[in-house]
């Protein structure tokens, strides 16, 4: 579990691409305290395994589903991504539940300043867009971010400049592909609400719907 909190950009060091799977290592500096073999390090939103550390960098084997599924596969050496370690047991929680499993990718459509903050605007499918709520918690490369407006088609989000400074979003543009993860909660209250939704509709023909149309 991560909290979206990134803690450091670090730098792709090499990229092997397999027949089934392909690994990345990546340099970086403050991840490497009490890291293990086996750890779980949250890149650009996307949890990997550590299978290799040493020398300022580590490795982490990718499967090809993961590459298509999310942005990783867009990744060369010298690329930058954002790092986090798994939260502690007892650490701050910063940001919102991240669980590294991202739902998908999303296009940078719009970047413009406002005084000081500088506005995103995101293009996605609707299957991400209909867990998102503005002034809800959206990830976005693995950094936890609010969402400032929602349109049908895309969703924006304000970020202050300490934040585009110490993630890799400061080096993003319009066209770029980032990785989303939706809000965890959002989803499963849905997955509860359907079940008993289903379970109520066998048994009474009682539904959501039909207790929301009498005012429930």
Aim: glycine content about 12%.
């Amino acid at each position: 579990m991560f909290t979206g909190i990134v803690e450091e950009v670090g730098t792709v060091k090499a990229v092997q691409h397999g027949a089934v799977s392909s690994f990345i290592e990546i340099a970086a500096d403050k991840i490497f305290v009490d890291m293990h073999l086996g750890d779980s390090i949250a890149v650009n939103g996307v949890c990997l395994t550590v299978t290799r550390f040493g020398g300022g960098s580590f490795r982490a084997d990718v499967m090809n589903e993961t590459l298509k599924r999310s942005s990783l596969g867009g990744l060369q050496n010298g690329s930058p991504v954002n790092l986090e370690r798994a939260m502690a047991a007892d650490g701050r929680f910063g940001g919102h539940f991240v669980s590294g499993h991202i739902d998908g990718t999303g296009t940078i459509t719009d970047i413009r300043r406002d005084g000081i903050a500088v506005w995103y605007t995101i293009a996605a499918a609707p299957e991400i867009l209909r867990y998102i709520v503005e002034k809800g918690s959206i990830a976005i490369d693995g950094i936890s971010l609010t969402v400032a407006a929602l349109t049908e088609r895309s969703f924006s989000v304000s970020i202050i400049p300490h934040t585009a400074e110490q993630t890799v979003l400061s080096s993003k543009k319009s066209g770029d592909t980032v990785n989303l993860e939706n809000d965890i909660i959002g989803k499963y209250v849905e997955r509860l609400m359907s079940n008993k939704s289903e379970k109520s509709s066998s048994r009474s023909g009682i539904t959501a719907e039909f207790l929301a149309r009498n005012g429930f």
